[in-house]
């Protein structure tokens, strides 16, 4: 069992910045860092969609539309992932969630996702 516990969301004005973190923790006491970690989004109404994902060796898969705004990192002693978001616009409001899967490519699905975090809210204003 593995525990993800999102941070950083808030409020922003359109063209700001924020970085969300997510501190992964096992049940057993072992590390996550074996796991490929990912970040999703929930807006209003819609599906839970992709956003970002990395593995353990550093490797990444962004969203077709990243266009460069979102950057993911990790911090594998601290078990810990990233998403630094740039230049946001109101349409990046949503609920972001934390997630963790085996495979990078599993970790950029979210029918293969195997854990997920509760969320933290972001909050774009034009």
């Known amino acids: 069992q593995v525990q993800l516990v999102e941070s950083g969301g808030g409020w922003v004005q359109a063209g700001g910045s924020l970085r969300l973190s997510c501190a992964a923790s096992?049940?057993?006491?072992?590390?996550?860092?074996?796991?490929?970690m990912g970040w999703f989004r929930q807006a209003p109404g819609k599906e839970r969609e992709f956003v970002a994902a990395?593995?353990?060796?550093?490797?990444?898969k962004y969203v077709d539309s990243n266009e460069g705004r979102f950057t993911i990192s990790r911090e594998n002693a601290k078990d810990t992932v990233y998403l630094q978001m740039n230049s946001l616009k109101p349409e990046d409001t949503a609920v972001y969630y934390c997630?963790?899967?085996?495979?990078?490519?599993?970790?950029?699905?979210?029918?293969?996702?195997?854990?997920w975090g509760q969320g933290t809210q972001v909050t774009v204003s034009s």
């Open positions: 990395i593995n353990r060796s550093g490797a990444k």
């Open positions: 997630a963790s899967a085996g495979t990078l490519a599993s970790a950029a699905w979210v029918g293969s996702v195997a854990y």
């Open positions: 096992a049940a057993s006491g072992r590390s996550t860092s074996t796991y490929a």
